[in-house]
């Protein structure tokens, strides 16, 4: 062969393999974007699905009701805990809200009053008006970020709220889906409901020591449900910090959109006019 008609056919060899590379990088793409495809596309179907079965649950516990629930007063013994274990401490007290923001519990026959609202928390006595502890006022804001009540009232109709279906698992004997929601602010939260009746049995949450910065998980449990004013009511519900069971609360009454008192989450007006 001359050398012209080798270096043509030397040309045309590479042409060849450059073209063969060419095509199968692009075939190699395109399945790439497919596949991704795929996956977002099943990504939006779990959201979808994740979302009908959590507005089951809201319809479960009340729907508009429950939604637009404006204040309430309980009326509970509270036991207490040590190490897991329970002690001998169990108080009556009256928890009266003004949804989202503002909770007064009066211990001690209303001797004692804790007052939360917004960021700020005191107690009163017959001694007058003192600020709560900063960790109880943080725990107490950080409950709130993370309550059931905020997670399903708010962060469920937010866009940027994302929502997965972790599957099922067993909780106290029951078997419940399990859903993590993930806000904006990239907040997250565990939920189990129960797969039969779609009442939340458990909403757990990660959060960090700010002094020691070791991961701590913070969860409450619902059971032992019933209907008032139309609305689904746990009437115990237990609170762990890691593993542990630190308080378990008992409904003795409940009452739904009360009239409170203007001046009851008023602090300085209980310090005056506690008996």
């Known amino acids: 062969m001359s050398t012209a008609a080798q270096s043509w056919w030397g040309r045309s060899a590479k042409y060849l393999r450059l073209g063969l590379a060419w095509a199968l990088m692009v075939g190699a793409l395109s399945q790439a974007l497919l596949m991704a495809q795929a996956t977002d596309g099943a990504a939006v179907v779990s959201q979808r699905q994740a979302h009908a079965a959590l507005s089951a649950t809201i319809q479960a516990l009340g729907g508009p009701a429950w939604v637009g629930l404006r204040t309430s007063r309980e009326h509970v013994r509270i036991a207490s805990f040590f190490q897991g274990n329970p002690t001998e401490e169990v108080a009556e007290a009256v928890i009266s809200r003004e ?46 970020r993370h309550s059931l009540r905020r997670v399903l009232g708010r962060w469920i109709g937010d866009p940027a709220t994302v929502v997965l279906d972790e599957g ?108």
């Open 99 to 144: 949804h989202p923001k503002k909770e007064r519990v009066e211990l001690d026959k209303g001797k004692v009053a804790q007052i939360f609202s917004g960021s700020s928390g005191w107690e009163i006595t017959y001694k007058g008006k003192k600020s709560l502890p900063t960790e109880k006022v943080e725990d107490h804001m950080r409950w709130q």
């Open 168 to 275: 099922t698992e067993q909780v106290e004997r029951h078997l419940a889906e399990k859903f993590t929601l993930m806000n904006a602010a990239n907040n997250a939260v565990t939920l189990d409901v129960d797969a039969e009746s779609h009442l939340p049995l458990r909403l757990s949450f990660e959060w960090r020591d700010p002094h020691f910065h070791d991961k701590n998980v913070d969860a409450v449990e619902f059971d032992n449900y019933h209907r008032i004013d139309g609305i689904a009511t746990p009437f115990t519900v237990t609170r762990t910090h890691n593993g542990e069971i630190v308080e378990q609360t008992f409904l003795l009454r409940a009452e739904y959109n009360v009239d409170l008192a203007e001046n009851l989450f008023d602090p300085d007006y209980a310090a005056a006019h506690l008996k």
